[in-house]
């Protein structure tokens, strides 16, 4: 059984609920791949269920479009387009730019203490090529800037993009070679969070996104 579908049944929640977490986390964390096929028997063999939670799974996942469903031929996992990269992150540029000023005026001594932490863990997981660790902490440096904002409305618009956020993420990651930009930005980033600057942090996190933007399109076109 692949480790990804494992599911947990020591829990009170809903089977269904249980399956459709567990495909819907491997689809945002790139353990199933855009294009790939999605068979409800083939599942539901791998995660020891029937083939009606699988199939509830599926239609969810239609709903919040990170499935596709071609007919005659079954449900696919949705691609990565272009245009869908550039719509995200142009609202997560905005939101990610508002979230950086705000922190370089409101983070307290222990969010600045956090962001610095992340900083030096990032650079170990670049030194160590380790890809997982790069997410994780890429992902963990971005929300403690959101929270650095104290801004709870910002906080939630910029937590609806998260799922469609970390699928690009991932993407990026994967196939990145070098992320000494990255570790620049982010060193940047702090920096200006620390002198309170919130017009220069919300230049970096905007040109931050776009560095992002540039990559993940570069890479889709290429496929």
Same mark, same amino acid.
Request: net charge neutral; proline share 2%; aromatic share 6%.
């Given at each position: 059984? @692949?480790?990804?579908?494992?599911?947990?049944?020591?829990?009170?929640?809903?089977?269904?609920?249980?399956?459709?977490?567990?495909?819907?986390?491997?689809?945002?964390? %790139?353990?199933?791949? +855009? %294009?790939?096929?999605?068979?409800?028997?083939?599942? /539901?063999?791998?995660?020891?269920?029937?083939?009606? +939670?699988?199939?509830?799974?599926?239609?969810?996942?239609?709903? $919040?479009?990170? &499935?596709?469903? &071609? +007919?005659?031929?079954?449900?696919?996992?949705? %691609?990565?387009?272009?245009?869908?990269?550039?719509? &995200?992150?142009?609202?997560?540029? &905005?939101? #990610? %730019?508002?979230?950086?000023?705000?922190?370089?005026?409101?983070?307290? /001594?222990? @969010?600045?203490?956090?962001?610095? $932490?992340?900083?030096?863990?990032?650079?170990?997981?670049? $030194?160590?090529?380790?890809?997982?660790?790069?997410?994780?902490?890429?992902? @963990?440096?971005?929300?403690?800037?959101?929270?650095?904002?104290?801004?709870?409305?910002?906080?939630?618009?910029?937590?609806?993009?998260?799922?469609?956020?970390?699928?690009?993420?991932?993407?990026?990651?994967?196939?990145?070679?070098?992320?000494?930009?990255?570790?620049?930005?982010?060193?940047?980033?702090?920096?200006?969070?620390?002198?309170?600057?919130?017009?220069?942090?919300? /230049?970096?996190?905007?040109?931050?996104?776009?560095?992002?933007?540039?990559?993940?399109?570069?890479? #889709?076109?290429?496929?």
């Amino acid at each position: 059984m @692949d480790n990804f579908l494992k599911i947990d049944m020591d829990t009170y929640k809903p089977l269904r609920e249980i399956v459709f977490t567990t495909m819907r986390e491997a689809i945002i964390n %790139g353990d199933f791949k +855009p %294009g790939q096929r999605l068979m409800e028997v083939q599942l /539901a063999e791998q995660m020891g269920v029937s083939r009606t +939670p699988v199939r509830e799974a599926i239609r969810k996942l239609e709903l $919040e479009g990170l &499935v596709v469903m &071609v +007919p005659r031929k079954g449900a696919y996992v949705a %691609g990565l387009s272009s245009e869908d990269v550039k719509e &995200v992150l142009e609202i997560r540029a &905005v939101l #990610e %730019g508002l979230a950086a000023s705000l922190a370089a005026k409101n983070a307290s /001594a222990a @969010d600045i203490e956090q962001l610095q $932490e992340i900083v030096e863990k990032f650079k170990v997981a670049a $030194e160590e090529k380790d890809v997982v660790r790069l997410i994780n902490f890429d992902s @963990d440096f971005h929300d403690v800037m959101y929270r650095a904002s104290k801004n709870k409305k910002l906080i939630q618009l910029i937590s609806a993009l998260r799922e469609q956020v970390q699928r690009f993420r991932v993407a990026y990651f994967t196939k990145i070679r070098s992320t000494q930009t990255l570790i620049e930005e982010h060193n940047d980033l702090v920096s200006s969070i620390v002198n309170n600057e919130p017009d220069r942090a919300r /230049a970096i996190a905007e040109k931050h996104i776009s560095t992002t933007e540039k990559l993940i399109t570069s890479i #889709e076109e290429k496929r």
